[in-house]
């Protein structure tokens, strides 16, 4: 197939790029309009926010993108105001009413509840979440008017922590948890629990990972910015690889790896069976090796 001359040549951008999303918008919105901006060879974000939460959404730029399974690991940590008395079928204030009380739980009650809930393995995640159900999203079945059930499914909560209490329904709450984990599960299961029911009012995801919202910017400012000046945003691929060690290529392994042949494991050497770790040549990352049997095996390759 001939290339087609007159096509717009890419821009070969490589990192990540933190964006402060507003609300009303999807976070495919987001890649979308900055895919328009950069044109880069690849784009990619890590973790759906919901429509009408704001905060931290890191999108990942070129060779940045193949490293998006490992930050998907981390832990994401968000701000929420639980809103007490309500209940509604998507769990946030988008929903349609389905209960209501005249319960307002008091501080001791919720902090009681947080904490149990602190220590719960599993969790159901909401109608309207990105959860497959025989093939098909969750939410599409629930735009289509549906009957399903979700079932409850393996989280770790790190921190359920209060942050202010309004005698009129309304906590603030710090949510701290693994891949998998629902805010709006959280603040629907505690109403339930407290027998007043719940959801949440606003949502805003404060840190990702490596990654803090303090160090994002705002997507409109963003697109306001000249391509030079947001090349400058752009952060290093590695940094969205938390946890792993590095492991420092010379030319003979550079050109092992870059052939895809295993790197033989030098004599000093602190990396345990199956473990992964980075390969650095020259400062950039070159890829993600693992060990097996006394040799580095290579697992993805970064083309930078």
Known sequence: MKKNRFAVQKNKFNGWILVNKPAGITSADVVRVLKKKMNPTKIGHAGTLDPDAIGL????LGEATKAIPYLLRSRKKYEASFLYGLKTDTDDSSGTTRKASNYIPRK????????????VPFQVPPKVSAVKIKGKRAYERFKAKETFQLTARPIKVYTLSLQSYDKKGETLVHFECSKGGYVRSIARDIGDFLGCFGHVRNLRRIEYGPFKADKATDLSDLLDL?????????????????????????SDDIRHLENGRPI?????????EGEELIAKYNGKVAGILFREEGFL????????
Do not use: H, Q, W
């Open 57 to 60: 959404i890191p999108v990942a």
């Open 108 to 119: 001791n009650e919720i902090l009681e509840a947080l904490k149990y809930y602190s220590e």
């Open 226 to 250: 000249s391509i030079e000046n947001l090349i400058s945003n752009i952060m290093d691929i590695e940094i969205g690889i938390p946890g792993l060690k590095v492991f420092e290529c010379n």
């Open 264 to 272: 033989e494991c030098p004599v000093a050497f602190d990396f345990g």
């Open 297 to 304: 095996k290579v697992k993805r390759k970064f083309n930078t």
